[in-house]
Every structure is written in C-alpha cells, then in structure tokens.
C-alpha cells in the first residue's frame, strides 16, 4: 500500500478540569524526524511522544504540538501569581498605549506562559496527563494516516500509469531487439559491397556473417531486458492495495535499479526506435522517483 507522507490529525480532550489537546502534522523526509513540542509542566512526556508517534507513522518529518490548559484544582494550586503578573506586564507593554485600556486576557493562554505554573505538583500533573496524551497521541496518529492514506491512492494511481508506460515501451525493446541486428546486417552488408565493388571485389559471406555475430553479442540486451521485466514486476506488487508495508523506500530502490537496466539497454543498443524507447522508459522511471519521495 501506497501512503503519502503529508497529513495533518488532531484530538482533544478535557479530564480532571483541564483541557489537552495534540495536534500532528507531517511532510515529506527520507527518514522519520519528530520535532515534539509539549508545555513546560509535561516537558518529561516528550520522549515518550514522540516514541508512541514513531510506531504509528514510519517515515516523514513530523511535528507534534501538545496544548495543555490547567483548570479547577489543578490551576488553584500551581499557578505563580509572581509570574503570571510578570507575563502579563510584559504583554501589556508590547501592545500600543492606545490599545492596552481595550485589552483582555486569555487566561488559558496566560497560563501557557512557561514559568507561570509552579513546579510543585508536576510530578502528579505528570501521571495524570499521561495516559490521556499519549491517547490522544493515537488518536491524531489515526487521523494523520486517514489523509496520508487518501493521498496516498492517488499517488498510486500516478505509480500504475509510469508502470505500464514502461511495460509497453520495454516489450517494445524485446520485439525490435532482434529485428536491430537484422537492420545492421543489411546496413553492413550494403556498405561492404559499395567500398569492395571499387576494386571488383565481394564481401565473403562468412565475414559478413562474423562482424554481424559480433554485434549482436556486443548489442544483446536480453538479460537487460529480463531483469527489469523483473522489477517491473516487483514494482507492481509493491503498489498494490494488497501490500501492507510502507512502499517508498522500496519504490526509491526498484527505481534506481530500473534505471541502470535501462542505462545499460541504451548504452548497448546503437538502434534509434530502441532508443527512443529508452527515453520513454527513463522519463516514467524518473516520475516515479519523483513520487516515490512522497510515499512513506
């Protein structure tokens, strides 16, 4: 199965008077890289964040913000009136004198402001925020794949056609392979006879016979073509709705490994319909490069 690497999930929740909420967004990266943000008072929650979103989503640049908003006992006990009004002077001078007497206070928003919890009781927020980050960790997880996997259906869609474009071009190769060394006989053939006739001699059958045999060794691309009639096939089969393991990494493999087959096949073959071919091959090898780096 085929899944894009951009997708954004959210979930919120409100225990023990407080509100949580865990946003997730992600984009594309070879590699799996979190950035975890979480509130001061849940700071010791980020390894284990980012830890959970690791299992869920494989491979992407992702960005986890966690919102923590203390209400009832919770913020009676922990909020620094020091702090808090340290915080809110600093915002009322940063506003202009004509605004500052129109101003109100998003006391949510204040007590965000790192410093203005104390830190006695974290340890207790701790345990009981927890399980339910974490939760709702899952939860945007599920969502972010939703959208990764909606995207994901119609980057395959874009796999299947570069797919049979190469097929189509490759079994044009296989059937005009055999028909290029029958074209170089006639070509040699001719040639050999214009610059002997000059002398009034002919061209032996059996030196005719030798450089051909020579070049259709030299140009053979049989092998070429069965490998990557090969992969190819592999190909297929790693973007089909049945594969359940992420397919990009495999996807970026099987292309650069298309693309040295079909290398090999120009820089055998001198014939140009084959080597037209090869250009249509490599074009669709190329988009799919292109869109493997946005597969998970």
């Known amino acids: 199965m085929i899944r894009s690497m951009t997708g954004f999930g959210a979930a919120t929740a409100d225990a023990e008077g407080c509100r949580f909420s865990v946003e997730i967004k992600s984009v594309n990266n070879r590699f799996f890289k979190a950035t975890v943000r979480v509130p001061e008072e849940l700071s010791t929650l980020e390894t284990e964040i980012e830890t959970a979103v690791a299992k ?19 913020a009676a006990a922990e909020v620094n009136p020091d702090a808090a009004r340290t915080a809110l002077t600093a915002l009322l001078a940063a506003l202009p004198a004509e605004l500052r007497d129109r101003a109100t206070v998003d006391l949510g928003a204040l007590l965000a402001v790192p410093g203005v919890l104390r830190t006695d009781g974290v340890e207790q927020i701790v345990e009981m925020a927890r399980p339910i980050v974490l939760r709702l960790a899952d939860e945007a997880c599920t969502r972010v794949l939703a959208m990764r996997t909606k995207e994901g259906e119609s980057i395959a869609r874009e796999m299947n056609k570069f797919g049979e474009a190469i097929r189509t071009a490759l079994a044009a190769v296989g059937e005009r392979a055999p ?9 040699l053939r001719t040639r050999m006879n214009s610059l002997l006739a000059e ?12 450089e051909v045999a020579v070049f259709a060794e030299r140009s053979d691309v049989a092998e070429e073509v069965a490998r990557l009639t090969g992969h190819l096939h592999q190909y297929e089969q790693v973007i089909s709705p049945k594969h359940a393991e992420p397919a990009g990494r495999t996807l970026d493999f099987l292309s650069q490994e298309m693309l040295r087959e079909a290398n090999t096949i120009a820089s055998k073959s001198q014939d140009v319909e084959i080597a037209r071919r090869v250009v249509e091959m490599k074009t669709a090898i190329d988009r799919i490069k292109e869109q493997a780096a946005n597969a998970e």
Do not use: I, K, N
């Open 199 to 210: 002398v009034g001699v002919t061209a032996a059958e059996q030196d005719l016979l030798r």
């Open 179 to 187: 028909q290029a060394t029958l074209a170089y006989q006639e070509r």
């Open 56 to 74: 869920r989503l494989g491979r992407g640049s992702v960005m986890v913000l966690v919102r923590f908003v203390p209400g009832g006992s919770v």
